[in-house]
C-alpha cells in the first residue's frame, strides 16, 4: 500500500507539471531505453547471425530452355544443378541427396530437375558435357540414365587421373536404358557437334557467377550448402 500511495503522489505531480517531474522519470525512462538498446542489439544479432547462414537470393532462376529436365513440367518448383562429370563432390552429391529428391520431390510432381554443365576440370569436363548434350539430343529419357551412370563410372580415388576418354563415354553409354545410337555420339564427341549447347551452359555458369560444384539453385535461391536436406526441403515446401 505504502508503494501505491507513492506511486499517486509522483502522478499528481507529474500532471502539475513540478520541478520534481523530471528526476522522478529519469530512473524509468533510462530503463526503458537501456532495455530497448539490449532488445534492438540482440535481434540486430539475430538477423545478421541468420543472415550469415541463409542461401542467397538472386534476382532471377536460371532460364532451363533446351536444358535437360526432370519431372512435372507443372512443378511449381524448379531446381538446378550446376555440376561437372569430372566433380567428386557432384559424384557425391548425386549418391547422397539426388536419390532423396528424386524420390520425394521429382517423382511425386513437386519439383523439376535440371543439369547445367561446368567445365572446371578442362578436356574432360568437356568430353562429359558435350557427350551428355549429345545424347540428350538423341534421346531424353536417356539423358538421366547415362548422367548417373557416368558419375557412378567416376573412380572413388584419384579421380583426378585421366578417365573420362571417348572410350569411356562409349562404354557407359552402352549400359544404359533406353539405349542410344553409338555411332551417333561418337562422331558428335568427334567433331563436337554439341559445343553450342555446352557453350550455352558456359554462359549461365558465368551470369549466376557460379564458383563451385555442385551448386544447386532452388527457383532464385541459390543454397550454401548443397548436402543441407534440409535447407532442401524447406524451400521446396516454401514454393508450394
Ligand atoms: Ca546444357
New binding site residues.
Given amino acids: 500500500m505504502g508503494e501505491a500511495r507513492k506511486g499517486q503522489a509522483v502522478k499528481g505531480q507529474a500532471v502539475k507539471g513540478s520541478s520534481k517531474r523530471p528526476p522522478v522519470k529519469k530512473g524509468p525512462r533510462n530503463l526503458i531505453i537501456f532495455t530497448a538498446i539490449i532488445v534492438v542489439l540482440f535481434v540486430l544479432m539475430v538477423v545478421l547471425n541468420q543472415a550469415a547462414k541463409e542461401p542467397v537470393t538472386l534476382d532471377k532462376a536460371p532460364d532451363i530452355t533446351?536444358?535437360?529436365v526432370e519431372g512435372s513440367q507443372e512443378a511449381k518448383v524448379n531446381i538446378v544443378e550446376f555440376g561437372d562429370y569430372k566433380c567428386p563432390t557432384c559424384k557425391a552429391w548425386g549418391e547422397q541427396i539426388y536419390p532423396k529428391l528424386k524420390k520425394d520431390y521429382i517423382d511425386t510432381g513437386k519439383v523439376k530437375f535440371s543439369y547445367?554443365?561446368v567445365l572446371f576440370h578442362g578436356e574432360e569436363s568437356k568430353l562429359g558435357a558435350i557427350a551428355g548434350?549429345s545424347i540428350w539430343a538423341q534421346n531424353p529419357e536417356a539423358f538421366w540414365p547415362f548422367h548417373e551412370a557416368l558419375f557412378k563410372a567416376q573412380p572413388a580415388v584419384n579421380h583426378d587421373d585421366l578417365w573420362l576418354t571417348p572410350e569411356k563415354v562409349l562404354e557407359v553409354a552402352g549400359t544404359i536404358s533406353p539405349a542410344i545410337d553409338a555411332d551417333k555420339l561418337k562422331s558428335d564427341m568427334d567433331s563436337q557437334a554439341t559445343l553450342p549447347?555446352?557453350e550455352?551452359?558456359e554462359k549461365l555458369v558465368e551470369e549466376f557467377k557460379i564458383t563451385g560444384t555442385p551448386t544447386i539453385m532452388i527457383n532464385k535461391v541459390k543454397l550454401d550448402d548443397p548436402f543441407d536436406y534440409d535447407a532442401i526441403v524447406k524451400l521446396i515446401e516454401e514454393g508450394q
Avoid: A, C, K, R
Wanted: aromatic fraction near 0%; charge should be negative; hydrophobic fraction near 30%.
Fill in positions: 533446351n536444358q535437360p547445367i554443365n548434350e549447347q555446352v550455352l551452359d
